[in-house]
């Protein structure tokens, strides 16, 4: 039996999504070892329970909420995929301003017509049982951990800094070019993609388990960042993960 | 027969987001004829507060997923604007091209993975491996040939990394361009012609429908506008992008967390047929023909033809594509450091016919460069209305087919627009107070 494997979307950008149908290459493989029972953005048939749940997206709404529960209910694994899944991601970012008057200012009176919550990863709701960080997601990463799970073997984990993958791919570090760059504290496992085409590391993958915030912050203002916009630089995909 | 319907299609499938179908008729009358948009909005404008300007087009290529490439380079556009970035003909160029590939990759995924199935009564993609597998394969070939072309030049196509604010960080070699150049032409073009093909066998199955509207798109005099140009109405004619608030007019319907829009008439059209209605002239000879071939007129009125149109545009977009590197090539691709030294702080605004039609950004900095007000106005917002209006004409034509029957007509006249409601719900205009 081949598994049964769904694909959900959240609140996000659907394109992690997107990026399993920019597997061309590999897409007909894929597809001859599972059945994809479910996967609302190509597809019209659902399903009433999955071997693996692959969830984009995080939580926003208490309708949200609620689905998740019910796709966690009838999936034997679930799997959180990218960052707003994984750690809120860039979604998070609005729990730092007061929603309230934001609210106000796009919908005016109407403000409270549509009920939204802050934004929170799936596992703030139900547990998650693997995760494919990134955002996007990284496509070698997702097909390392596809692979893993229908083989029965274990997915591989990243707990070392971009820094180590920017050193082995012989990158030049981007604070000799004027750059200041979130690479030191940041989860690797995307092969320090954004460093080696010259842009900065935004710590998408989110921070690694024993980060040294003080740390990071000391080489962004040794660097000539002010403390306020060193923080707000390590927030952008990690709001949930900073204390300052 | 007075006829009773209570249609409810909860989630519509093959469209990027959330969204549901809602007709009631009672008696033969027709009191609702909406698609909901359901879609938890995401507030970008709070997230955008404060950010500096090289942060913007970070945050607002995620917007949406399939539309990052537009998002980015739109945003990247009015920060320029605003704090008088001037950026060279070589980067002009190259983010002309990234849209050629965006717009390909996304018309591929549409008419192919989205919209197709319809036309051969299928309920996705999957079962057509069996039935249409040179079909399929040959899909997966464009979508592949396009997303190199984002690869190659901005690292990636899905939330590109090296377009920035004055320039490019990295640019391809002149080696890598000119294998694109050779691969757009001896597998890009002649699948596109293929693609032609069974559109033309599939066109007997598309929908009679015609509801004449206001169709609004970029124009311009040197090419059949993407990148840039003036605001052109079918209705009025040109307007200059920095007026667009008079033509977006927004307002905040209640089945709707994404706002609708209104110009001349109750509603307006923008996208791949919009663009075909106002700049046809300026195609490619063989995008022209190869409209001819699939039956899409001059003034098309079919909004079910959005997917002809498209089509139409993968093989204009190949032919430019190929021309854009001709052009890098004869001007010498040089190492530049993007421009990023301010000489103003300010408003500024921009415009980009991405796929699903015209996409504004808008944003005003402080002297430091941080953003202080955000407004972005999606296509797919502008077409809700659109939809609607649609919807109201013709579900009382079809009234005398089954339940069924309209269901499905209804779900493809939706999905012919090619809907991106992450997008649509994902930023909604305001200004921040200071401070």
Known sequence: MKPKVAFFDFTGCEGCQLNKLNFENELLDILAHVDIVEFREVMDERADSYDIAFVEGGISSPACVERIHDIRRRSKILVAMGACAVNGGINALKNRQPIDAVREAVYGEDKYLFATLPAMPISAVVKVDLEVRGCPMSQPDFLKLFKALVFGKQPPKYDYAVCVECKLNENECLFNTGQVCLGPISRGGCEAICPGFGQFCTGCRGFVEDMNEAAMLKILTDHGVSRDEARKQMTLFNATEVSV | ?435
């Open chain 2, 1 to 435: 027969m007075k006829k009773n319907l209570n249609i409810n299609v909860h989630h519509l499938t093959r469209v990027e987001g959330h969204g549901n179908i809602v007709v009631n008729m009672r008696d033969g009358v027709l009191e609702t004829a909406h698609l909901n948009i359901v879609e938890p909005p995401r507030f970008f404008e709070a997230m955008l507060k404060g950010r500096k300007f090289t942060e913007a087009a970070i945050i607002t290529s995620r917007i949406c997923g399939i539309c990052s490439l537009g998002h980015q380079i739109t945003s990247l556009k009015a920060t320029e604007a605003a704090l008088g970035l001037e950026v060279s003909e070589q980067t002009v160029l190259l983010r002309k091209l990234l849209i050629m590939g965006a717009t390909i990759q996304s018309n591929v995924l549409h008419a192919y993975f989205l919209a197709a199935p319809d036309f051969l009564n299928a309920t996705s993609v999957f079962p057509l491996i069996a039935t249409h597998k040179d079909v399929v394969v040959r899909a997966l070939r464009m979508k592949r040939l396009a997303n190199e072309i984002g690869e190659l030049i901005a690292g990636r196509a899905v939330h590109p990394i090296t377009p920035v604010p004055g320039g490019f960080t990295q640019i391809p070699s002149s080696h890598e361009l000119s294998a694109l150049r050779e691969k757009l032409i001896n597998e890009g073009l002649p699948d596109a012609i293929a693609t032609v093909e069974t559109m033309q066998s599939l066109a007997s199955t598309i929908p009679q429908f015609h509801r004449p509207t206001e169709y609004i798109s970029l124009k311009n005099d040197t090419d059949y506008a993407f990148y840039d140009g003036e605001i052109c109405s079918s209705d009025v004619g040109n307007t200059a992008v920095e007026n667009y608030l008079g033509i977006t007019n927004e307002f905040v319907v209640t089945h709707s967390t994404s706002k609708h829009a209104k110009h001349n008439r109750g509603a307006y059209m923008v996208g791949a047929l919009a663009r075909w209605n106002n700049n046809q002239s300026q195609l490619t000879d063989q995008a022209k023909s190869a409209a001819r071939s699939m039956g899409l007129t001059p003034d098309c009125h079919n909004p079910y033809m959005i997917t002809i149109a498209q089509v139409v545009e993968i093989i204009h977009c190949i032919e430019e594509s190929i021309r854009i590197i001709e052009c890098l090539t004869d001007l010498g691709l040089k190492q530049e450091r993007p421009n990023q030294t301010p000489t103003r702080f300010g408003r500024g605004i921009s415009a980009t016919e991405v796929p699903r039609g015209i996409l504004f950004h808008d944003y005003t900095y402080d002297v430091q460069g941080r953003i202080i007000a955000a407004n972005c106005v999606i296509p797919t917002g502008q077409n809700l209305a659109n939809i609607d209006a649609d919807m109201q004409k013709l579900v009382p034509e079809i009234v005398e087919k089954t339940e069924p029957e309209i269901v499905h007509a209804l779900e493809m006249l939706v999905r012919a627009y090619d809907p991106c409601i992450s997008c649509s719900v994902h930023i909604l205009d305001v200004e921040f107070n200071h401070g």
